[in-house]
């Protein structure tokens, strides 16, 4: 008989839900926009009731309660998303199904598909590090999802400036943070147009690169990745990826020695599927 995995990939735009067999074959997925928590579960539930499920995987956006000790664990914590703040995420999924749920962030998730079936198969540790609407980063440690009394925060970073940077940034938090300096609304409002529309040899990417690499910079010293793996709309424009490289290497200035910088720093092996890959991984191992 067949064991049925269920996946929500949970983003604030939307919820990606799936089902697979043993073999990660996704038997269907459907994409369903995220909107107050009632209807947006409402929508999940009419999906997942159609199969016997055996567990499920969640990578939620967050901040999220990872802390199984937590009075809130499996809640979503403080976020701008109307309605979602305290919502018992898990609660609900566990009333409905009564199967074993594991639960990560969107980005922990990511970061677990690319490890198992993308851009980092072959190695015992990554960083995925998202970079679009915000900047997210999860981290696999020794094979491990990296989680403590809660889960890692990577876009908000402290970062030193570039001297002739003036943008105030964008994060409302910290005006100097990863996020609030490169993620997409950061870009536009230095621009005034979207990534895709601005011209390759724009200085603004030179900009662009040195922040990235200096947070990528930070991981490396902290955890010592095997690989960094860069995904979000932002990197969908290819040609930044050589620029923080270039730009890794002279700000680390040779004081720790990496893996080549071309198999170190790389864009995702699975596309816009690494999620819901890790959220199925995920669902896999519950217990």
């Known amino acids: 008989m067949t064991k049925w995995y269920g996946a929500i990939e949970a983003g604030g735009t939307k919820f990606v839900c ?6 990660l074959e996704i038997k ?7 909107e107050n928590p009632e209807t947006t579960i409402q929508a999940v539930f009419d999906f997942f009731d159609q199969y016997a499920l055996h567990s499920i995987g969640v990578g939620s956006f967050g901040p999220i309660d990872v802390n199984p000790t937590s009075k809130t664990y499996g809640h979503i914590m403080a976020t701008p998303k109307p309605g979602w703040e305290g919502f018992d995420f898990v609660g609900a999924l566990k009333n409905r199904y009564h199967v074993p749920i594991a639960w ?13 079936r993308g851009a980092a198969q072959g190695t015992n540790s990554c960083i995925y590090l998202t970079i679009g609407t915000g900047v997210g980063g999860g981290a ?3 094979g491990q999802v990296l989680e403590g009394f809660s889960h890692p925060e990577m876009g908000h970073i402290q970062l030193k400036r570039l001297e002739n940077d ?3 940034g964008k994060c409302p938090y910290h005006s100097d943070c990863l996020e609030g300096l490169v993620a997409g609304p950061a870009l536009g409002e230095r621009t005034g147009k979207p990534g895709a529309e601005i011209e390759k040899d724009d200085a603004v990417w030179e900009t662009q690169a040195y922040y990235i690499a200096q947070g990528l910079m930070a991981y490396t010293l902290v955890l010592s990745p095997e690989r960094i ?17 270039e730009s890794f290497k002279k700000q680390m200035a040779d004081y ?17 599927n690494s999620g819901i890959t890790g959220c199925l991984l995920l669902a896999m191992e519950a217990k």
């Open 18 to 23: 799936a089902v697979s067999d043993e073999a």
């Open 140 to 142: 696999v440690v020794n």
């Open 28 to 34: 269907e997925r459907v994409s369903i926009p995220t």
């Open 256 to 272: 720790v020695v990496t893996p080549d910088l071309e198999d170190y720093i790389v864009p995702t092996g699975l596309g816009d």
């Open 166 to 168: 003036t943008y105030q």
């Open 104 to 116: 990560t962030t969107d980005v922990n998730a990511a970061a677990y598909g690319e490890l198992h």
């Open 229 to 245: 793996i860069l995904g979000g709309g932002v990197m969908k424009q290819a040609h930044l990826f050589p620029l923080i490289r």
